[in-house]
């Protein structure tokens, strides 16, 4: 029996809740997950499956159909990778926990040479939202694959902008590659599959469910050759998929965010515990990953870094004509204090406003919470 025959096996016995250790120990003893299906409870359990999940296989099997599992995949323009598939991710294979199945929707793979996840906060804020943006720009016009949840706020961020620059995605879902949460991202799905794919450890039909969370960030900087943490709050799941980032081995990196800012809380935390390295400029991490020169070997077309770099220029100048905190600036120096007083805003608001500034290049720190123009 070929490794294309065994398939629906592999998908049967996901169904069945088996994960990575199970198959594992299934294939250490039948040396093949076909015969491990055919295999009676007894011999399961002598593999070392625990009992819920044999009593699950045997349930499994009293409905499964092999032809209509393939179907279903053909139905939902999917396809699914193994273990012993040499389209599986090279990098995924490598960690901790790899998903014995992989289900994959799009018009692409989900392994990319240069590849960042980017992540962060559900409830993103006008500084998340800038950075976010600045920063996926940069990484597209290098042609890296961008990486992230197809959550709310940063990851749709994320997606949005790398399929505006024409950069491949690839969106790493909490349930099946059919069942996209949430529902608001249904049409963003759609264009991460034309340009990039949707990817998943569990079977066609699962919905996303809370403890899925947590494992599906494994996956997400499993993929990556690095992780980028844009804005995020304590106990968010970003600082999940960071932390396994951390213990896979990739770079981990952090935008600092306001002092005063609850969504910056974790990403301030990552730093100051030397978890994630800071970049304040997209260079910066550009020359982390050494991606500029990466960069110059990959198929971009030669005219977009040039004009995308001179639209964000005409940005920052048509910004800096009007920005309050400039203009208070151009008299000179000013102590962080001065502005809030001045301007009458949160200083909140206004340390967001000049991290942002300061990350544009148009304003940088002259003494402690001193500011003056770039």
């Given at each position: ?86 389209e599986y991710p090279q990098r995924l294979r ?138 995020a709050g304590e106990g968010s799941g970003a ?136």
């Amino acid at each position: 029996m070929g490794e294309g025959d065994e398939l629906p096996y592999w998908l049967a016995l996901r169904r069945a809740g088996l994960g990575t250790t199970s198959f594992a120990l299934l294939i250490a003893k039948f040396g093949s997950i076909a015969e491990a299906w055919n295999a009676p409870p007894g011999e399961l359990k002598a593999a070392g499956i625990d009992e819920p999940y044999v009593r699950s296989v045997a349930r499994v099997k009293a409905s499964f159909d092999a032809e209509e599992e393939l179907r279903k995949l053909e139905r939902a323009g999917a396809r699914a990778l193994t273990w012993r598939d040499a389209e599986y991710p090279q990098r995924l294979r490598e960690i901790p926990q790899s998903p014995p199945v992989l289900v994959v929707r799009g018009n692409a793979g989900p392994e990319f040479a240069h590849a960042v996840a980017v992540v962060g906060t559900r409830s993103v804020t006008p500084y998340g939202r800038q950075a976010a943006e600045t920063f996926c720009a940069a990484l597209a016009e290098l042609g890296v694959a961008i990486i992230s949840g197809l959550a709310r706020g940063v990851d749709a961020i994320a997606h949005r902008v790398a399929l505006e620059h024409g950069a491949p995605t690839v969106a790493v879902l909490a349930g099946g590659v059919d069942q996209v949460y949430p529902r608001e991202n249904a049409g963003l799905a759609e264009r991460i599959a034309e340009n990039g794919c949707l990817v998943s450890e569990y079977p066609l039909g699962t919905p996303a469910r809370r403890d899925f969370f947590p494992r599906r960030n494994r996956i997400l900087s499993g993929l990556a050759r690095a992780v980028l943490v844009v804005e995020a709050g304590e106990g968010s799941g970003a600082l999940h998929t960071a932390n396994w980032a951390f213990e896979q081995g990739r770079d981990v990196f952090a935008v600092p965010g306001s002092i005063f800012s609850l969504q910056s809380a974790g990403t301030n935390q990552l730093i100051r515990e030397n978890t994630a390295k800071l970049v304040a400029r997209p260079e910066q991490l550009a020359e982390e990953l050494n991606l500029l020169h990466a960069g110059a070997q990959l198929p971009l077309p030669g005219a977009a870094a040039p004009a995308a770099q001179a639209a964000q220029v005409a940005r920052a100048a048509a910004a800096a004509s009007d920005d309050p905190i400039l203009q208070l600036l151009a008299a000179g120096p000013l102590h962080i204090d001065e502005l809030v007083r001045a301007l009458g805003r949160p200083a909140a608001e206004v340390s967001g406003a000049l991290a942002l500034l300061e990350i544009d290049g148009l304003v940088r720190q002259a003494g402690p919470m001193t500011y003056a123009i770039a």
